[in-house]
């Protein structure tokens, strides 16, 4: 999961969630706690060891 925001800029040190409805909780909350002000990018990990991943999900605007 990614943060993103026009504030803080991005921030991609979230932990690795198991499956994509527990990402998407985790990005509800922060949705939540940032009062709708940042766009949560959920991604699939394909690689750990080249870090390859790939956007499944968009939520949110940097407004």
């Known amino acids: 999961m990614k943060l ?5 800029g991005i ?3 979230s ?3 198991p499956t ?3 990402a998407r909780a985790a990005a509800n909350v922060m949705l939540r706690l940032y009062r ?7 991604y699939q ?3 750990l060891r080249t870090n390859q991943k790939r ?3 968009t939520i949110g605007s940097p407004e």
Do not use: H
């Open 4 to 8: 993103i925001s026009n504030t803080f």
């Open 11 to 13: 921030d991609d040190k």
């Open 15 to 17: 932990p690795i969630y």
């Open 20 to 22: 994509a409805d527990a």
């Open 36 to 42: 709708g002000k940042v766009k949560v990018e959920i």
């Open 45 to 47: 990990v394909l690689d």
């Open 55 to 57: 956007v499944i999900e």
